[in-house]
Each structure stands twice: as C-alpha cells, then as structure tokens.
C-alpha cells in the first residue's frame, strides 16, 4: 500500500537556522511526492513536488526537498529558517496505480516552530 | 475570489441531524476530493469524483454519502451527525495527471 511517514511530530528551530522536516515513503513503483504546508485557520497549500527528474526540487518560499531513492526518503529543507515558517507542514504520496489513480496519501504532520 | 469555495466555513449541529457541505470551484478541473482533517491524524480521504458520473469511496466513507451536481460542484453529506465526526472538511481539486490538489479553506464542523 502506499504510505509516508513524518517521523516528529514537531520540529523547533531558531531563525535564521537551517530546518529540515523529515518524510519517508513506501509505494509501488516510481513515487510522485509532495509537501503542503497549512497556516492556521488556512486549506493546505501546495509547496512542491517530485515527479522525475533532478532529485532536489525547488519550490515556494525558500524550500527545496530533496528525494533519495535509496532511502526511500523526501525531506524539506529550507537553509535559513523564518518566524513565518511557522506552520504544520504535510507530506504526501500520489497513488499511480490504475483502480485509484490520482490519490494522495498523507503523513500526519509536522508542527514548524521558528523561534526569533 | 478563492479557487475552491466551502460553505459554510463552520458549523454546529446536533447528534442525528443531517447535514451537507458545500464545495464550488472555478478552476476547471476534473477531479474533486473531500478530507477529513483530525489532530495526529492528518488528512483522510473520505470520497472523491474524477468526473461528474464517478464517484469513489475513500478510506472513511462510512457515515457519508456524496453527490457531483456538475464539473464545479460537489458536495458530502452527513445524513445523521454523530459527535466523532466533529472535525475540519476540505475540499480539494486537481487537473492534471501529475498534479497537486488545490484545497478549499476548510468547513469546520462541531457535532453536540
């Protein structure tokens, strides 16, 4: 089945620090993978994907993830850490298998803390 | 203009009443999904429409029943709250075959 992980339920970090937001995956066959991130009081809001291609990706705001095969990993990174980074932060998995195609699975969220 | 509209963006009802919430989009897609958002939990999927005359059950469908009125709209119905289906609704719309969900801001939706 497909599946990610999002090992911590919450990270803290200083501004201005590097943060990482850790994700891992179980799927069959090539994983599309996303990261949303959601303010309070907000929908989700898309960050960035890997489909194919270079393994790190950058998206919105800053971030970049970077995809390991190996390690069957998707972690979001960001050199410098903001206070407005503050936010729950999910990761996702499409599903590319026939019967249920385009589904997305989701982690259980991760709590962004960025301290001044 | 939001992209994807939820109404109402609260509510509080009643154990045993019925209840539907709204989604409209103007973003042209196709395919049009409904979440379930629980503290720890993160998002569920509770059902979703690929096209107006598809219709699928995810993995929380029980307790809930759907209906795609037109490419833009669709909507989840409670037919009798019950007080564990207290929680946050999405809505959400995706177009491509590689594509990213774009949500609605969310319905939130207490049961007494």
């Known amino acids: 089945a497909q599946s990610v992980a999002q090992p911590e339920d919450q990270v803290n970090v200083a501004e201005g620090n590097p943060l990482t937001v850790k994700c891992t995956y179980s799927?069959?066959?090539?994983?599309?993978l996303f990261w949303y991130v959601q303010y309070p009081n907000r929908g989700l809001q898309f960050l960035l994907k890997?489909?194919?291609?270079?393994?790190l990706v950058k998206g919105s705001y800053g971030f970049e993830a970077e995809f390991n095969k190996s390690q069957t990993s998707f972690h979001l990174k960001k050199p410098s850490a903001l206070v407005s980074d503050s936010a729950l932060y999910f990761c996702?998995?499409?599903?590319?298998?026939?019967?249920?195609?385009?589904?997305?699975?989701f982690g259980r969220g991760t709590q962004l803390t960025v301290w001044p | 203009d939001a992209d994807v509209t939820q109404t109402p963006r609260n509510r509080i009802t009643k154990t045993g009443k019925r209840i539907m919430l709204e989604c409209s989009q103007t973003?042209?897609?196709?395919?049009m999904y409904w979440y379930r958002q629980d503290p720890g939990l993160g998002l569920r999927l509770i059902y979703y429409?690929?096209?107006?005359?598809?219709?699928n059950k995810g993995e929380i469908s029980d307790g809930y029943s759907v209906s795609r009125q037109a490419q833009a709209k669709f909507s989840l119905s409670l037919e009798s709250a019950i007080p564990n289906q207290t929680a946050l609704y999405f809505c959400?719309?995706?177009?491509?075959?590689?594509?990213?969900?774009?949500f609605g801001e969310g319905s939130r939706l207490t049961v007494l």
């Open positions: 890997y489909i194919t291609g270079d393994n």
């Open positions: 959400a719309t995706a177009g491509s075959n590689t594509g990213e969900l774009f």
């Open positions: 973003k042209g897609h196709d395919r």
């Open positions: 996702a998995v499409r599903d590319i298998r026939g019967s249920t195609l385009g589904r997305l699975y």
């Open positions: 429409s690929f096209d107006v005359k598809d219709i």
């Open positions: 799927v069959s066959g090539n994983p599309y």
